[in-house]
Nanobody, 126 residues
Framework: QVQLVESGGDLVQAGGSLRLSCAAIGSILNINTIRWDRQAPGKQRELIAT???????NYADSVKGRFTISRDDAKKTAYLQMNRLKPEDTGVYYC????????????????????WGEGTQVTVSS
């Protein structure tokens, strides 16, 4: 009844830019904190950026100054603008919402907790 769908991943040269999107699908009432994680080949998933409902943001040191997280609550979509990309930014990027309030087909309010999308692949060539 609720989906998070990432898009925008691509193959890009080092120094280039990409914008990832994370769209919440369903009868969404509101979304709390959204985060982007990435998982590089052979490595653990790491948190890279978060944004609260109030718009406060935090970034991993590895992306600070290059990546910008934002959200458009009217569109139920979050974004990750990635500039000056490096080969070490390669990986699968996942979005997460720590809490999504939505209604089911019977118009009952429900809550999805710690909800993940399927991910989108970003590959940065040197």
């Amino acid at each position: 009844q609720v989906q998070l769908v990432e898009s925008g991943g691509d193959l890009v040269q080092a120094g280039g830019s990409l914008r990832l999107s994370c769209a919440a699908i369903g009868s969404i009432l509101n979304i709390n904190t959204i985060r982007w994680d990435r998982q590089a080949p052979g490595k653990q998933r790491e948190l890279i950026a978060t944004i609260t409902r109030g718009g406060s943001t935090n970034y991993a040191d590895s992306v600070k100054g290059r990546f910008t997280i934002s959200r458009d609550d009217a569109k139920k979509t979050a974004y990750l603008q990635m500039n000056r990309l490096k080969p070490e930014d390669t990986g699968v990027y996942y979005c997460n919402a720590d809490r999504i309030l939505f209604t089911d087909q019977g118009m009952n309010a429900k809550e999805a907790v710690d909800y993940w999308g399927e991910g989108t692949q970003v590959t940065v060539s040197s």
